[in-house]
């Protein structure tokens, strides 16, 4: 037997038993005549204590121990007498009489702590060791409970877990599929899904009536900073609902989750419509934690003083609390925020509301203090605030807006990584015009219904149709997202030639899941969490990458296997494929 | 709202209560002025009753309902005149009082029945259809439960999932192996996993102690009646421990499985060396339901009669109790079944041991009854038996007696299938010769360690060397196999040699994991389960096929959504691939 208890086990009640620990040394140090060896696994660290007086031959073998080795002891606990309070063990060490080195290791090219020394590049090639540090084993247990609860709330609320499968069909659409040659259907492939959204919709046709599944999806596409090529949602369909239903189901989901992994009590979610959400905050996933929001001052800029503002769609200003003494520093910093690509604004401009009433602004010359009182006042700014004001089209300047404000809420500190603030995105239009092939895209995908009462509109006025789509965002991060779907088959068919679909096209593309239609579909919805999202968001984390074992980096590559990588001309043959030279 | 209740729920308590429901119609009958509509769902059926006379515009309406049509009614509860009492909801119908046809249904092409009348061909083209019935759905819901169940037991043992890559590498010997091109590093492949089995050993090396996860994996290759290109493995490793750690604990989660699932209190699993079970029952996973083993009766029979026993390595009998009066009719039928190609034996000599102590047999020629007696003794015959007899090379032989068992077991009816009788086998011989490229392979993988007694004959007798694998055996069905890995650097190095790798051959495919274990492994094994097959075995199943919603054919193909397929030449390009014409 390797061990009696693990390194996280032992306590001051356990002193005079005479156990066996095993795990990796953490580190070795000598004090006068003893040496000191922490113990490390998984559960936690022991001290183990060795004498030079009493036992030379096995103290200066401690000594020779290497951070890493794995060694198995065999010792008697014993209460320290510098006790350790940070520590769960530390009330104890184990006064050791044998040990065995189970394995020897070279150094490590990083140190294995809390806080590494390593670079990103080698802790993701030796992701095995980066593994071992505290932080992200921390990340993966919390991963694992996350999991774990999600599965038992959705089992007591009676939805069943069906595996949906992982070799599907490539589509003409599926421009992202990662497509898989078959040696035993040679010229034929089988495509990695993106979502299960085909399946979880057949299976609500198979009367299933409530589904779920935390499943791989996969994503063939350039990967932005936080995306990954393979990445994990918690996918989930009933049958018999209204979007209410669906609402309610997983507003007590997450609720759930946030009280048994967090103890954090959510307050009820409010439901905001997306014209509302990018009016308020210019954004479909608002950051609520903090006010700050948006306002339209077009009319109140537009006097004939200034042309920029006069000649703008849209002028919106956000009010920073207790600003107004910002340097000329600050003010530039922002102004050079503001136009890095990523944002992409011409200017900006500034009102600062000084604590003496008097106004300064970047428009002096154009606009007098009554006007600038005008604004303030409707931006709701006091003595002492500043006015940050960005203008152009409008959609594309309350998006700037919210940057800015997202910006404003860091350098406040308005975005407390503690407090969660979870919203209901809802009301979303149900499709978006595309300039480049200049016709309708689904915004969320071509089976989810539109609101009745905006059916009127959509055939005169589609742009102005809203879906039964919603997204659940928490802290401005969106976590999941869903739709009440078309189950009835005439409506398919007219949102189909809206898109620009031939009957041929959608037979072709969607022809199985529009046959099962025809037996007898209910009324269904669902919603897709992403689960890496998820868990990073309860770890305060930015990036998804560290609440995964083994990520990938933004080439889609793993750098500790080395893949993807070349494979032998012999199992191309086999495939009847043949590798073209780029150009 | 859809519905206030479900079509399982309603009891004789609920009577007079206005209720909605929501469903398919299951059927339509008319019975004198009344007409009755059996609605369903996944949680039961209900009644719904018309009566033309109350209501005829109505009832009229409910007449010309379809199959499985899908409606909402509302309507009150009332005690049935006759009840059905094989019906939870027996007790009871709806008289209802409006009803709403939420989706019509084209005549689905077969029965919605417990027993249907649609063939094979056809369920698997319209799945959605067929997973409607409810022996699916019952197969479903099980599978469901036995994968929450297994997530329960092994967090509570300490176990944490953690979800391993899809998108690995190919390795040369991955012959089997799914790739998959990657456009955003084109010339290059992922390839998917026939296993976690190199991730979790990572796993091990980074302190994660005990890991498991219910995953898919994948295998390209002609596909046996019931393989599937995509299976669900429960996969299991764990530190520290020694094989009979892992044995316990997994005959643990195996015990606890039978007993929530079935309600079944399984017994200790025996431990069977794999020569024993090949010695006694010809197959390395025996079904010890019942006995009939296999006898070793060559030294008996080689008394220079009879040439071809004379020249055999291997001569065993069965003893098929209570057939010394089967026919010459039957016998006939035993011995066309050996000489199936499947099983391969040349021919089957049989002895009867009459009721009258006399004896029958076909090589009465050769041997007189004072022999025959003394066979009957050694396979502990009485009067009334039949022995059977095959002879040849030992193993060839010894497999087709087996089959020969298993065949006669089923013929007797001494294979209950409500009976559960568990086995670990176990000391699996850690190589076997390869006569097609002569030289060794892993029986098990590369990274099985042999049994430390046997080490010394590890370079002298390499076929005798026995390992630390298992195999987890119910009823003749492998449920499960693992093995203790090496975990020493220098004993994973002789390995590679053994199986004829050279240094480099050996750093190439593996050597990020040789690389791991430079840095500290502790000694691990694990287990793996066939999900498919352990969730069919618990459904008294013969195939998977009908525990996966949507499983291939053996041609590997999804024939509902009729894939793998061809793809368009653009997506080819993408990849830099091109298709060579088959010959």
Chains 1, 2 share one sequence.
Not at 120 to 149: A, G, S, T, W
Not at 257 to 267: M, Y
Not at 274 to 283: D, P, Q, T, V
Request: proline share 4%.
């Amino acid at each position: 037997m390797y061990r009696t208890h693990t390194c996280g086990e032992l306590r001051i009640s356990d002193v005079g038993k005479e156990v066996t620990l095993s795990g990796w040394v953490q580190r070795v140090r000598n004090m006068g005549g003893m040496t000191f060896v922490d113990l490390r696994d998984r559960y936690g660290l022991t001290q183990l204590a060795f004498n030079m007086e009493t036992d030379a031959t096995l103290c200066s073998r401690a000594r020779k121990l290497g951070r890493e080795f794995v060694v198995q002891v065999v010792g008697k606990v014993e209460e320290r007498t510098s006790k350790n309070d940070k520590l769960a063990t530390g009330d104890i060490e184990i006064a050791v009489s044998q040990f065995k080195i189970l394995n020897i290791a070279k150094t490590p090219p990083f140190t294995i702590e809390d806080e590494t020394d390593g670079g990103d590049e080698l802790r993701m090639k030796y992701r095995y060791l980066d593994l071992r540090r505290k932080p992200l084993q921390r990340n993966m247990i919390l991963r694992h409970k996350v999991n774990i609860e999600v599965r038992k709330y959705l089992d007591e609320q009676g939805f069943i877990d069906v595996e949906t499968p992982m070799l599907i069909k490539s589509t003409p659409e599926g421009a992202r599929d990662f497509i898989v040659p078959s040696r035993m259907n040679p010229g034929e492939f089988y495509a990695l899904p993106q979502s299960p959204q085909v399946f979880k919709q057949l299976l609500m046709v198979s009367g299933f009536d409530r589904y779920f599944q935390i499943v791989k999806c996969f994503r063939d596409e350039d990967l932005r900073a936080d995306r990954q090529p393979e990445f994990t949602q918690i996918d989930c369909e009933m049958a018999f609902v209204e979007q209410e239903d669906v609402l309610n189901t997983f507003e007590g989901m997450t609720k759930h989750l946030f009280k048994v992994i967090q103890d954090v009590e959510l307050p009820d979610f409010p439901r905001m419509p997306y014209a509302e959400a990018m009016e308020r905050y210019g954004s479909d996933k608002p950051d609520i934690r903090f006010g700050m929001e948006l306002n339209d001052i077009t009319s109140l800029v537009q006097i004939g003083a200034f042309k920029i503002f006069d000649s703008a769609a849209y002028v919106g200003a956000i009010c920073a609390k207790g600003c107004a003494n910002y340097s000329r520093k600050q003010l530039d910093q922002l102004t050079d925020f503001v136009k890095r690509p990523q944002v992409g604004a011409q200017g900006l401009v500034y009102v600062k509301y000084n604590e003496d009433g008097s106004f300064k602004s970047s428009v002096d010359k154009f606009y007098n203090a009554e006007e600038l009182q005008k604004w303030a006042e409707a931006c709701g700014a006091a003595k002492g605030d500043l006015l940050l004001l960005l203008s152009g089209k409008r959609e594309k300047t309350q998006t700037q807006l919210s940057t800015l404000r997202l910006e404003m809420g860091n350098r406040l500190g308005l975005r407390d990584k503690t407090a969660f603030q979870p919203l209901w995105v809802v009301d979303f239009p149900l499709l978006e015009w595309d300039e480049e092939t200049e016709r309708y895209h689904a915004m969320h995908h071509p089976f989810t219904s539109p609101k009745e009462e905006d059916l009127a509109m959509i055939e005169t006025e589609p742009e102005k149709v809203r879906a039964n789509a919603y997204d659940l965002v928490i802290n401005g991060v969106e976590v999941g997202g869903g739709s009440v779907r078309i189950h009835d088959q005439e409506l398919q068919k007219k949102m189909f030639q809206l898109l620009g679909f031939t009957d041929e096209e959608a037979q072709e593309q969607f022809g199985f899941l529009m046959d099962a239609f025809q037996y007898g579909a209910p009324p269904h919805g669902g919603i897709a969490y992403g689960f890496d999202r998820l868990v990073s968001m309860f770890l305060g984390l930015e990036s998804i990458r560290d609440v995964i074992a083994f990520p990938k980096n933004n080439m889609g590559r793993d750098v500790m296997i080395d893949s993807p990588s070349p494979v032998a001309k012999e199992q191309l043959d086999d495939l009847y494929l043949k590798q073209v030279e780029k150009k």
